[in-house]
């Protein structure tokens, strides 16, 4: 019997192919960088199913390239912005992803970032290695503290959670959160007040966004936005670049409209080197790394391999969308 074909968009933790390996005939993208479009939609051809990226875009060229063996995309991340979802049920094509497995390596990133703003690492570390450190300064570097002061979720589902447990629990801190619906073990036991964005902005002291990408959410953070902050405000942002207005980000940071912002997503990715965040000071960005652990990586290719080998299965996905 000929077994399905399993496109892979990239090189991934090897016990995604292990697992797969026996019952499909892979076909995985070589190299580093991600398939180009024209080779995204020859490699799908006569595929059953796609083990795809958050940079590949899967929508309806890609669909018909693939053709009508398709039964499953497994997308590698929990966020699923990258696929036309409706398209695909419409074909009646499962889509899954990997929730749960990076919640807290994502929560981590966050609050490392949280902390190396309201601290100004990246200028401490600068003077170090420029030679600008010259002694001990009583009225250097200085930036913000945590304890006791107001953190504000945008979204609080696993991740967003995660990041109230440490903050809240480590730092005392005060707790607001949007969410689609009030959370009552959250209000319980970390004292949160689910409040309306504008609220939350107003009071928060750090704010950490924990939306999904969505026509809804896409600027949800712009020029009006920073208005209503602080300006001794953070903002940490490890959920989706384009949640964020990147120009009203750029000049509240520029005017000290507020204190700083830590990003490990941004528009687009990779942020060509001459940004102009990246000339500020206070703006920190790393490469969307949140979920960049052994552990966790490793639990993402499982969780996507076991979406893949279900679909082909015609079984309903362990972690469908
Ligand atoms: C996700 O899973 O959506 C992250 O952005 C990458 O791990």
Redesign the pocket.
Known sequence: MTKPIVYIARQLPAIATQLLEGHAELRQHAGELPPTRQELLEGVKGCAGILSL?SDRIDAEVLDAAGPNLKVIS???????NIEIAEARNRQIAVG??PDV?TD??ADIAIALLLSVARRLKEGERAVRSGEWTTWEPLGWMGLELQGKTLGIVGMGRIGEAVARRMVGGWGMQLRYTARTTKPLVDAQLGGRHVPLAELLADSDFVSLHVPLSTETRHLIGAAEFELMKPTAVLVN???GEIVDQEALEGALRTRRIFGAGL??CTPEPLPTSDPLLKLDNCLVVP?I???TLA??DA?AERAARNLLAGLAGSPLPFAV
Request: zero cysteines; hydrophobic letters at 45%; charged letters at 10%.
């Open positions: 958050l997308n590698f991340a929990v966020g699923y912005n992803n990997t990076l390596a994502t490890t959920a989706r490990d997503v969307h949140g979920s960049a966790a990586r993402m």
